[in-house]
């Protein structure tokens, strides 16, 4: 995989092996429709491309975009079927949340396969072109997305004037057209709350936000709800400045109307007179109090604990290749909270993961890669953050997928059966199947977050080293509700302790071996703030001090949920769980890939044998950047399984024309 972010540019991604190179914040000479036309994708490639780079060019706003993306490419999808009765249309000719699109055909005078082709690629040229100038007409960098949309179609061939939605005289633009409006129309009523710019209506916030540049959580009230941040403008996930509180963002996006899912999935719950949809309910996450309130300390304090990883001059080196990452099953995985720690490896990071002898592509072992730990878990936070300058994790998972179908040895066959198909068709098929999941995923993870509403790290270990430590009631700071002291990880400050302060007036708090913070960072392109002893009131994820933590909640975890439920789908899609040719790689480069602090301090690849493994490392790396806690992930890995192997078989039934 060829996607690569450096500090001197703040995103260039070149993606799609040997077939395309995107700048999406790129230079003068990038030329778009050029690059397009001598590679020669296909059509909906093309678009998919556009649709990504409208997406980096967007706010932060992964709910949003997995919808976009999933329109786009039903969109895309309808345009490609309405030229066959062998698969179904999606929106096309049928009614979906009251929404009605008719449709009894179109005619045409010329049926010959390049006739149909010509047909099939102007319809879904027009249908993508218009919702895309339709659906970001707020972005802030709306300029750039919208000058490339118009490039691509003049470089097409089309002409970006025509807007008409009367297909009857076999007019394949009109037909493009009318199948945007038909999703535009779809979009105002399928529960998105699109007329309040997808805005919550009644979700309100537990807890008075916290100020991470001041020291502790003084001001919260509830330790098992989400809490706001208040950091006068701060940058959001895609890299731009927004001013004034953050907002949950997606607390109500159970609503949305699902792509597979069904009432079976669906559970409904009441808080202040409101309903809230959730679908493949996990159950309460550990709470402060309670049954659970072990697993609670447990979960976040093993947050705080993976956070000493992040010191590549601490000489641990671990093997991060396929040799020894990677290969859990599903039924490998805990079901139980009180199960937890015997997954995740608490000491030295990672999972129960063993790897695998050799790879069944090439008969041949995987070779051992050495990397220090500190660099390998820094890249995977920055690498799975998916933001600022990126995708959002829907849209990764995109370009994950764009990646495999340019490797030189991926057949283009359905299940890994059959025949190879042409790759319109492949492309249009393949994006409505991962679409669909996205959006389920979707409406999945933020319908849980609504809900439960549960805290992020930051909060919890704060507010916990706020009230004292819980091990031993004759030491001093006691609190049954405090954080569990742990030798060289989680500690008391004494006297003649470098923190104890000039007057030792932080004798007696709690202290944490940890990633220093921010704080120690004066220029990213040089320094690294390391870990070492810092007052657990002064926690910080690592992140940069603009962004922190996302503006939802974090049970469950969103990148767990995407990424398992891709995984799935692509398994089932190409008919086989690994990557072509038995591994998928991401190049880092020394000193050039971190981006708020120096690194990594080597060159190293990001190896992954089967597509479950890159999910796994994923959520991992949310762990190591302090956004989620174990029980935020193993629900959302669970999930996902259910939402991608669900929705690839509902997807293949209109493929096979039975819907």
Known sequence: MNIKKTKNQSLVIISLIGSLLLTACGSDSDNLSETFIEKNPSVARQWNEILLTAIRNDFARPTVHSRNLFHVSSAMYDAWTAFTSDSSTYLLG?????????????????????????????????????????????????????????????????????????????????????????????????????????????????????DPELAGNPNI????????????????????????????????????APFAMNDSDKTSFMRDGDTYIVYHDPGMPPTIEGDLAEE???????????????????????DISPKSQGNIDIDDMPRNFSDYK??????????????????????????????????????????????????????????????????????????????????????VKSYFALGGTMHDSAIAAWGIKGWYDYIRPVSSIRAMADLGQRSDINKANYHAMGLKLETNLIELVEVGDPLAGESDEHVGKIKLFAWKGPDYIDNEMIDVAG???????????????????????????????????????????????????????????????????DGPSVDMVLE???????????????????IHPPADDIPGRLIGEKIGKGAYAFAKEYFDGKK
């Open 94 to 210: 049928n009614t979906l949340s009251g929404s009605e699109c008719s449709f009894d055909g179109i005619n045409s005078n010329d049926n010959s396969a390049q006739s149909i082709q010509n047909s099939r690629e102007e319809a879904i040229s027009y249908a993508a072109y218009k919702l895309i100038n339709t659906r970001f007409t707020l972005s802030p960098d709306k300029d750039d997305t919208f000058a490339k949309a118009d490039a691509l179609m003049i470089s097409l061939g089309y002409d970006i004037s025509d807007t008409s939605t009367d297909y009857s005289s076999g007019s394949a633009a009109a037909l493009g057209n009318y199948i945007a409006e038909c999703y535009l129309a779809f979009g105002a009523v399928d529960g998105s709350k699109e007329d309040i710019l997808h805005g919550n209506a009644y979700y309100q916030v537990a807890n008075l936000p916290l």
């Open 342 to 427: 015997h997954f995740y490896n608490v000491a030295d990071g990672g999972d129960i993961g063993t790897g695998y002898d050799i790879n069944p592509i090439t008969g041949n072992p995987y070779d051992e890669q050495l990397v220090p730990r500190g660099d390998y878990a820094r890249v995977l936070a920055e690498f799975w953050a998916d933001g600022p300058d990126s995708e959002t994790p829907p849209g990764h998972w995109f370009v994950l997928m764009n990646e495999v179908f340019d490797h030189e040895q991926f057949e283009r066959k359905f299940e890994g059966k059959g025949e190879e198909v042409g790759e319109l068709e492949w492309d």
């Open 608 to 626: 992954w044998a089967t597509y479950r493994d890159a999910s796994d490392q994923c959520s991992l790396s949310r762990i190591w950047g302090g």
């Open 531 to 597: 870990v070492d002893w810092i007052l657990a009131e002064n926690w910080w994820p690592y992140q940069r001090p603009s962004f922190v933590t996302p503006p939802f909640a974090g049970y469950v975890s969103g990148h767990s949920t995407y990424s398992r439920a891709a995984a799935e789908m692509l398994t089932l899609l190409t008919g086989s769980a690994y990557f072509p040719g038995g591994m998928s790689g991401f190049n880092v480069t020394k000193n050039e890939f971190l981006v708020f602090e």
């Open 221 to 256: 009230t509830d330790l098992n709800r989400w809490q706001s941040l208040n950091l006068g403008t701060y940058i959001d996930q895609s890299g731009n400045p927004v001013t004034g509180a953050i907002e949950f963002l997606g607390a109500e996006w159970g609503e949305v």
């Open 296 to 318: 609670y300390e447990w979960n976040f304090s093993l947050v705080s604990k993976w956070s000493s990883h992040l010191d590549p001059s601490d000489g641990v080196m671990i």
